[in-house]
């Protein structure tokens, strides 16, 4: 199972994350979040995809950023119609759209970025678009009716590790990509503990997972 740690702020963090080597580092360009980023992301392993996180921007804004940064991956998090995920597809970034879940969720939504998404984002929905802190049902995925892989996201930390294991055996997991943690694994918002990061990263990647 790949991770994506999002919401990173501060260079010499992002350094002591990516030594851990996770798949994704995300990094948030949302004026409203706590995590904004507004610094200059240090030079990355390869291995390492760099996320762009957009909350309903325009497509100039998104490009020039992800040209500034090198962006491999734009993710977003708003009310994006699936002709402006098409044409971010039309560059060489990878587009994740993210969809919010609680209690249910109508899975046909997704069938107009079918074609125009590289993966589904299914996180926990609250006030906020994205960071709310908690976990949402993820039972609701084993009527997941795509083929798309997808990141579980939502409130994820140390106290899901058999959680996760168990969704890992379920039905429901079978198209599950990768697991994006953020808000659970921080000291303040931005700031990640490499301690519990690397407990995560060792527990997921560990032969009996």
């Known amino acids: 199972m790949k991770i994506k740690v999002c919401g990173m ?27 904004n980023f507004e610094n200059t992301i240090p030079k990355l392993p390869d291995s390492i995809k760099k996320v762009g996180v957009f909350v309903d921007e325009k497509i100039e804004f998104i490009c020039g950023l992800m040209e500034k940064h090198q962006l491999d991956v734009i993710q977003l998090h708003g009310h994006e119609s699936p002709e402006i995920c098409k044409l971010l597809k039309s560059t060489k970034a990878l587009v994740i759209k993210v969809f919010s879940i609680k209690n249910e969720f109508d899975f046909s939504v997704l069938t107009p970025y079918e074609e125009v998404c590289d993966y589904f984002l299914f996180d926990t929905k609250g006030k906020l678009p994205g960071g709310n802190g908690y976990t949402f049902n993820w039972e609701v995925l084993k009527d997941y009716p795509s083929t798309k892989p997808f990141f579980l996201s939502g409130g994820i930390g140390l106290d899901q590790i058999l959680n996760i294991k168990d969704f890992q055996m379920s039905p429901a997991s079978k198209y599950c990509y990768a697991i994006d943690v953020n808000s659970k694994f921080e000291i303040e918002p931005g700031l990640k503990n490499i301690k519990e990061l690397k407990e995560l990263k060792n527990s997921v990647t560990s032969s009996d997972f």
């Open 9 to 35: 702020k501060y260079e010499d963090n992002i350094r002591e994350v990516a030594a851990l080597q996770p798949d994704f580092l995300g990094f948030i360009f949302h004026e409203k979040s706590l995590r």
